[in-house]
């Protein structure tokens, strides 16, 4: 059975269960994430106001540099400049490198602790730099890690246990997606789906009530205007959808190419030129947008001109859909690529509409498909590249139903998005947040030792749901191999509490409430979603998976 970790300190992990259980803490919980929500909406307004205005300032600089040596020149060495201040506020604050969504997936681990204000700070400037730059960034992800560091920022000033931190970080997290998108509900699903993968109560409302007053500050303060403006006539044909599903494998195919070439960017191109360079290497992304913003402007930030050549809707040239779409390309990925501080999921938008207006144009043109409907492919398209890179499917289709702010694609939003998954899947390339993600806990490791050390201090609640076929499913609960320090309290089964013994047998969908030590939370949580988690375990790879998780004990 687990390890009884309660030991002498058993009244105060009674104290800490009794606290889960009680209706008080979901009343928290709500009340702290409204506050992670007006926090963060108000940061991420400003960031946003911030970011439009850089934006203006730089297209209407553009004109004073064509045919104008001296002032290309000058802009040129303002460019080197801007990238040497990022250098050095990234050197000064490391966790602000890129988009900021894998740091706060390590936060909500247990393996980075962010200083939470110096990040807030520094992401800040290095985006508004980075926008008067005109590099192809989003900036999502760096809502995202704001947002974050905003629910951090509330949880210390209110004195959060570690665990109820975890959460409010998540919160924040859905609060900056909400924030920067408009997108409430895609922000809940985004941080559940992709950051804390964990579901309960306490999470879910209180990421809830932060979405929706991030989302309410935002709106107030900048307008309710969906992100996209693209006008639907109505759900397409269902004698069409033959074209919704090769759609879907389209864009599993090109979201799988879009995270390899992403990788092979940042771990190969600049891996090598960063060994020689370091934070040198920054100079080639700012100067390629000086280039840019001469021979292609369109590209230059997170692609607000594409879309409003898109949503023209009207004499859109093939040629040109496939130009901006490989340019955008392109100089993302040279621009993410470089470490620079600022996000994907913007572009990533951008190019999903350029491809799915390419793949609308194609339809229109081979067969009787109205034209009508061409905003109806262009929003797919966003639905499925979100899906095939990110692979996070349910956010995929809310995200679009959000942008929009029309359900007239929902059935085919959702179609496009499981057949892109599944073809992204299936190419085994993996989900782009998770190889950055894997990038980064690889740069910073557990301590040596932590995993020896017997901790009789703080504990941690955690949640987890025994998966059909999981290793956990059909055992005793004494003859699954916890991990050390852990114990079972409680079971919940079809909405009944069970007592857990050494002799209970766990079943699929058995909710397991385990409390464990805090400072080896991170590594505790791996091995338990390894346990929990739904696989085959009667396979030789559970076997395998099996005598791993047994050898970690």
């Known amino acids: 059975m687990a390890a009884d970790v309660t030991g002498n300190g058993g009244s105060a992990d009674k104290a800490l ?79 602000t490198r890129g988009s900021g969504i894998p740091q706060i997936d390590a936060e909500v681990m247990g393996r980075l602790d962010m200083a939470w204000l110096r990040v807030m700070l520094v992401k800040f400037c290095e985006g508004v730099l980075c926008t008067v730059a005109g590099l192809s960034l989003g900036r999502e992800g760096p809502s995202v890690q704001l947002g974050g560091m905003a629910g ?31 997108a409430p509900l895609a922000g809940v699903l985004f941080a559940l789906e992709e950051i804390h993968r964990e579901f309960n109560a306490a999470l879910v409302i209180s990421a809830m009530a932060a979405a929706a007053m991030a989302d309410f500050v935002t709106s107030n303060l900048l307008g309710i205007q969906p992100v996209l403006h693209f006008e639907l006539v109505g759900d397409l044909p269902h004698a069409d959808y033959a074209f919704v599903l090769l759609m879907g494998v389209i864009c599993g195919l090109v979201g799988a190419l879009h995270n390899l070439g992403m990788f092979a960017m940042q771990e190969r191109a600049f891996g090598s030129l960063r060994e020689r360079m370091g934070d040198g290497v920054l100079l080639i992304p700012f100067l390629l947008a000086g280039v840019a913003a001469l021979v292609a402007p369109q590209l230059l930030c997170g692609g607000d001109a594409i879309l409003t050549y898109l949503e023209g809707g009207q004499g859109l040239a093939v040629r040109t859909l496939v130009l901006l779409l490989l ?50 492919f262009i929003v797919l398209g966003v639905a499925g590249m979100f899906a095939g890179s990110v692979r996070a499917p349910v956010t995929a289709v809310v995200l679009c139903f959000e942008l929009t702010g029309s359900l007239d694609t929902l059935l085919a939003a959702t179609a496009v998005s499981l057949v892109s998954y599944v073809t992204a899947n299936m190419l085994k390339v993996e989900p782009f947040y998770e190889r950055l993600l894997s990038n980064l806990l690889e740069r910073c490791p557990v301590p040596d030792g932590v995993q020896d050390v017997e901790v009789e201090g703080r504990k941690v609640l955690h949640t987890h749901v025994v998966g059909v076929g999981s290793i956990a499913e059909g055992r005793p609960i004494e003859a699954v191999p916890w991990p050390p320090n852990t114990l079972v309290v409680t079971i919940t089964r079809s909405g009944q509490d069970v007592i857990p013994r050494g002799s209970t047998y766990l079943q699929a969908l058995d909710e397991l409430l385990v409390i464990m030590d805090a400072d080896l939370e991170a590594d505790t949580e791996l091995l338990l979603h390894g346990i929990c988690g739904g696989r085959a375990h009667h396979s030789k790879e559970g076997h395998e998976q099996d005598d791993a998780l047994q050898n970690a004990r």
Request: charged share 15%; with cysteine.
């Open 17 to 95: 269960i009794e606290r889960h259980f009680s209706r008080r803490l979901q009343v928290d919980m709500v009340g702290d994430g409204v506050l992670v929500g007006m926090f963060a909406g108000l940061v991420i307004t400003l960031y946003r106001i911030s970011l439009s205005t850089a934006e203006r300032l730089l297209r209407s600089l553009i004109p004073l540099l064509a045919g104008h040596v001296p002032a290309l020149l000058g802009w040129l060495c303002a460019l080197a400049a801007m990238a040497v201040v990022i250098a050095r506020l990234m050197q000064f604050e490391s966790d």
């Open 152 to 182: 951090k920022g509330v949880s210390r000033i209110l004195g959060k246990e570690r665990g109820e931190e975890h959460l409010l970080v998540t919160c924040g997290a859905a609060a900056g997606m909400s924030a920067a998108f408009h």
């Open 327 to 376: 340019g955008k390309y392109v100089f993302t990925s040279i621009c993410f690529g470089s470490g620079a501080p600022g996000g994907t999921l913007l572009p990533l938008v951008i190019m999903g509409s350029l491809l799915g207006a390419l793949c609308g144009l194609a339809a229109i043109g081979a067969t009787d498909v109205p034209l009508a409907y061409l905003n109806n």
